[in-house]
Structures are given as structure tokens and as C-alpha cells.
């Protein structure tokens, strides 16, 4: 079978990843201009097919990384970029790569994943321009006579000699030795005018990753999972969500963003992941802590409020725990906008008293919340140290397990991973740490030695 280009299909309203959501009637009506040879072809044809963040952007890159979740379609991405520049017009002709290497994990990833797996490269193909595997000489061999060596990232050395006009790299975050393999490919991409890498891979906070994105040569394209729902099961879909929305973990590896942990950080992915729980667990005293933004207005900063509880861990009022209940914190509203939120998490979690930090706003704060609610139990607390400072045993008290995570705190966790014993490393204020710190420290720092009345929420 001979496989047209696409410049032989009719004219469409279809742009790239948009047939699946058009109607069925404007459907039928471009399939039914299609000649027998371009219906036959339609299956291979990936551009018409793809959705934005498969197809490669334009320009002069060296580096294309795709950052998706899992299931987002990275692996039929990588695949159809090696297809795109191997083939020519027709099944013999020349495409603009000869010599190419896939690089992933391991060798078996290399053959189970990029090349006969569901969504790899011999998938991908039409029967006539279909490469055939060489297993001694781990090669893939086209009929135009273009090969595709692969590679193990265990064994950086191995590409070391060889030399090529392409590669694809696959889950290049994963890799033990990614630095150095990718140094490796790096000497041996020096065949032709213009030698390029597709990269697909779920992020991870590692160097190598960090690195590439950061070069002025590379271009990158990102989706989450559900981005591809359309070819994953429901059922996969409704588990991970369920178990894993609202954490970093699921921020990483359902929605494909890259965190970028701070060195020096008092908090860790790691120290986090020992923090999160499924469970609401049984409470005694509960505190909402508000701190207010220095600002208002539609730009203003966030106003910080955190939902604590304080449960009993052991025997003695030294094995105080907490879990931290919820992120309410509220960004663009005035002060009784803000107060009124606070309020609000007071009743919704039964509140045994509110902490507000008065260092911005002074006897203002105190009066705004008043004027709402006149009897509402309210601590006042003056910062007299520097955030960090506050924070450095709160965070101690994480590393002692001390504290428990109810799930769907992305936003806070990520400001705690960038707040440092030098400071806050990342844009903006730390306002949802702010409020972390008073709630935790009024809760177990500054508890009562006596062991609170529990209660099930």
C-alpha cells in the first residue's frame, strides 16, 4: 500500500487534534471527499490525528522535550517524530534522517516501549514503510534503508564511537546515569545540517532535565494525562484521580509539571510524602490562621489561611501531632473578603479559636474581623522574627512526623519546598506558609501541657 501525504488530502476545517470533537455531520462530509488511497492511508496519517503537544513546534531548535503526564501520548509522539523524519514521499524515497539512535532506560524499554510497544514505532507504521528489527544488531532497518540503532542509558559508553543525524530519547528523568548518556549522544549528533533530538519523558526535578529546558536550543511542548482520555480507561482515570489529585505526586506524574525543589529547603518532596494522609483523622482543638496580604485589589497578594487540627500521638503532651485540615486561602479580595473567608472556615470546621497575624494591617485587622463576627475567638500574633526563622521549627516538627497532611495542598506544599533557612526562594510572598507556621506553632509549639477532648470530624 502506498500512503499519500497529506498535501493529497481534501481541503478541511480540521486542525490538528480536532476531529475527535467535531461533530459527526461535518465528519462524514470530509470523509466522504476522501479518494480510496488517502482512506486507506488516513489511519498513518498522524498530523490529522494528533493533538497540539504531538506535533513538533517550528523553528530551528536542537531539542524538542515533551513533558506530559501518564497516558498524555508521549511515547505515539516520540514514534511518529522518528516516522516523520525517516520516510519520504513514497515507501523507497529518502527521508531527511539516515542514521538515528533511541535511547532509553534500558534495552528492553528501548524494544518492549519505543519500538514494539502499543504505542511504538512499529505500531505506528504502514505495512510498506514498516522497519524491520535486527535483534543481533539491536537495529531497526527501514525499507528506505534508514536505521535506528538502540541504546541503554546504563551504558552511556555505548554510544561512544557511533554517530547519528537523530535521536529519540525516552523518559530521560528516570535515567541513573542521565547526565553522562546524555553527553554521550550529545558527541555523537553530528551527521547532517541540522541534527535533532526528541526527548518524551514525565517530569522529574533532576539536573539533566533542568538543564535542557533551560537551553536556548530547546523547545518544548506539555499535557496532562487527560489530555489523551479519549484512548485510556475510564476506570484508570477515576483511580488515579481519586488517589492522587491534590499532591505534588499527582502534579508530576497525572499533569506533567516539573517542581523544582530549592536546595536547602526546610521542606522535601520526600519530607512531604511522610505528610500526606487519606484519612481526616479524629481532632481535638482545631485553628484557622490568617495572614493577611499587605495589599488589595484584583493583584494583591494571597491572603494566607491554613485549617489545623491538633490530635493526641502518645502519652505526654510531647507527642502532640497535627493535621493540617485545609488551604482556604483566598487571593483578590478586600478585607472583609478575606476576613469573611477566614470566618468561614471557622464554621466549617467547627473552630475552637482564629490566629491572625497583625504585622501589615495592625488594630485594622482585629476591627475588620469584629466587625463580621464580634464574638469569634481571636489570637493576635506580631512577627518579631523572620519568616524562616518561624519556620524552621515548624519544619522540625514534620521531620519528627509530627504532622499529617489531609490530601489537596499543591499550592501550599509547593511554597514550603522553597522556603529556605535563608529565606523564601521563590516569587512573591509566602503567605500560605505564613499561615501554616501560626496555625502549627499555636497548636503544638504553644500548646496547653494538657491532653485535648477528641472529637470526629
Same mark, same amino acid.
Given at each position: ?20 470533537? #467535531? ?28 493533538? +497540539? ?9 536542537? !531539542? ?9 501520548? $508521549?511515547?505515539?509522539?516520540? %514514534?511518529?517524530? @522518528?516516522? #516523520? ?14 542514521? *538515528? ?17 502499543? #504505542? ?5 507504521? +504502514? ?6 528489527? $535486527?535483534? #543481533? ?15 541503554? !542509558? ?11 543525524? &537523530? ?9 541513573? $546515569?542521565?547526565?553522562? =548518556? ?19 519523558? =514525565? ?26 482520555? %479519549? ?5 484508570? *482515570? ?7 489529585? &491534590? ?82 486561602? @483566598? ?48 489570637? $493576635? ?11 524552621? /521549627? @515548624?519544619?522540625? *516538627? ?36 505564613? !499561615?501554616?507556621?501560626?496555625?502549627? =506553632? ?9 491532653? /485535648? ?5
Amino acid at each position: 500500500m502506498h500512503t499519500p501525504s497529506t498535501s493529497k488530502l481534501p481541503e478541511t476545517k480540521f486542525a490538528a487534534g480536532s476531529i475527535a470533537s #467535531s461533530d459527526a455531520a461535518s465528519l462524514e462530509r470530509w470523509l466522504a471527499g476522501l479518494g480510496q488511497g488517502a482512506e486507506l492511508a488516513l489511519p498513518y496519517l498522524f498530523e490529522v490525528w494528533a493533538m +497540539p503537544h504531538q506535533l513538533p513546534p517550528e523553528g530551528d531548535w536542537r !531539542a524538542w522535550v515533551i513533558l506530559g503526564g501518564r497516558g498524555a501520548g $508521549k511515547t505515539r509522539a516520540g %514514534a511518529e517524530w @522518528v516516522r #516523520s523524519v525517516v520516510e519520504g514521499s513514497k515507501p523507497l524515497d529518502h527521508g531527511r534522517c539516515r542514521r *538515528l539512535a533511541l535511547v532509553g532506560e534500558t534495552q528492553d524499554q528501548v524494544r518492549e516501549v519505543m519500538i514494539f510497544g502499543d #504505542s511504538g514505532i512499529m505500531a505506528c507504521s +504502514p505495512p510498506d514503510r514498516r522497519p524491520e528489527w $535486527k535483534a #543481533s544488531r539491536k537495529c531497526l532497518v527501514w525499507p528506505n534503508g534508514a536505521e535506528a540503532m538502540a541504546f541503554s !542509558a546504563h551504558e552511556p559508553e555505548g554510544l561512544r564511537g557511533p554517530q547519528f543525524d &537523530g535521536a529519540w530519547v525516552d523518559e530521560l528523568a528516570k535515567w541513573r $546515569k542521565g547526565q553522562d =548518556t546524555w553527553d554521550m549522544l550529545q558527541f555523537a549528533l553530528r551527521l547532517g545540517e541540522r541534527p535533532q533530538v526528541c526527548v518524551t519523558t =514525565t517530569p522529574r526535578n533532576v539536573a539533566v532535565l533542568k538543564r535542557l529546558l533551560e537551553a536556548p536550543s530547546t523547545v518544548s511542548t506539555h499535557a496532562p494525562t487527560e489530555a489523551n482520555r %479519549a484512548n485510556l480507561a475510564e476506570s484508570f *482515570l477515576q483511580e488515579v484521580r481519586a488517589r492522587y489529585a &491534590g499532591t505534588r505526586l499527582g502534579r508530576q506524574e497525572l499533569d506533567g509539571v516539573l517542581f523544582d525543589d530549592v536546595e536547602g529547603a526546610l521542606w522535601t518532596e520526600d519530607l512531604l510524602d511522610g505528610a500526606r494522609g487519606q484519612d481526616v483523622p479524629v481532632c481535638g482543638r482545631i485553628v484557622v490562621a490568617v495572614d493577611p496580604p499587605a495589599s488589595s485589589g484584583a493583584k494583591a497578594d494571597t491572603c494566607g489561611i491554613v485549617v489545623a487540627g491538633l490530635r493526641q500521638g502518645g502519652q505526654g503532651p510531647d507527642d502532640l501531632r497535627a493535621v493540617v485540615l485545609e488551604d482556604a486561602s @483566598v487571593q483578590g479580595l478586600g478585607p472583609s473578603g478575606w476576613a469573611q473567608a477566614a470566618l468561614d472556615a471557622m464554621a466549617r470546621w467547627q473552630g475552637d479559636r482564629l490566629v491572625a497575624e497583625v504585622n501589615q494591617g495592625g488594630d485594622m485587622v482585629e476591627a475588620v474581623i469584629r466587625s463580621l463576627d464580634p464574638h469569634v475567638p481571636l489570637t $493576635k500574633v506580631h512577627a518579631s522574627r523572620g519568616k524562616a526563622a518561624r519556620a524552621e /521549627p @515548624v519544619a522540625a *516538627l514534620y521531620e519528627q512526623g509530627r504532622v499529617a497532611h489531609a490530601p489537596g495542598f499543591e499550592l501550599l506544599e509547593e511554597q514550603m519546598c522553597r522556603m529556605t533557612a535563608q529565606g523564601y526562594e521563590g516569587a512573591g510572598s509566602p503567605d500560605r506558609v505564613d !499561615a501554616l507556621v501560626w496555625a502549627l =506553632t499555636d497548636l503544638v509549639l504553644r500548646a496547653p501541657r494538657s491532653r /485535648p477532648a477528641l472529637r470526629t470530624l
